[in-house]
């Protein structure tokens, strides 16, 4: 994957489970010799629009995006209106623009789950975010579809 760029959109609400998601992340893009770039938002609300923004940058100069976050349920529904409109809205996007996306956006009941799945040493959804990342731009490549 010579030469091919991923860009990293992480949600850093919860600091100690982002940081494992990218960990993952990086670590498999650096195996992989993709370069990268991360731009950091707030939660995972603000990813679908700025994954939509980047596929309509002028200069869009990514061959491939991957998305993380954390949604944890609390006490009221605003978990189920947010990690839904983040993961559909990221799904749109992609689908849209045909984007190489790979999502290590974790949707959990707890802390507890939070932690199993990003930490790279057990479930590493960073590392398999960026595994699909790598296995779409694979396929666009194949297919010879465009940026």
């Given at each position: ?40 938002l707030p939660g995972v609300l603000e ?101």
């Amino acid at each position: 994957m010579t030469e091919s760029r991923v860009l990293i959109l992480e949600a850093r609400f919860y600091d100690h489970i982002a940081d494992m998601l990218l960990a993952g992340v990086t670590s498999t893009l650096d195996a992989a010799g993709v370069a990268w770039d991360k731009v950091t938002l707030p939660g995972v609300l603000e990813l679908p629009t700025a994954l939509e923004m980047f596929a309509n940058a002028p200069e869009q100069k990514y061959d491939g995006f991957v998305v993380l976050g954390t949604a944890i349920r609390g006490e009221s529904d605003h978990y189920h209106h947010v990690s839904t409109a983040c993961v559909n809205g990221c799904s749109e996007v992609a689908t849209r623009h045909l984007l190489a996306l790979g999502s290590g956006v974790l949707t959990v009941h707890n802390e507890a789950q939070a932690l199993n799945r990003a930490d790279p040493a057990r479930k590493n959804l960073g590392g398999q975010a960026a595994r699909a990342c790598l296995r779409m731009l694979e396929l666009k490549r194949a297919l010879k579809l465009s940026r």
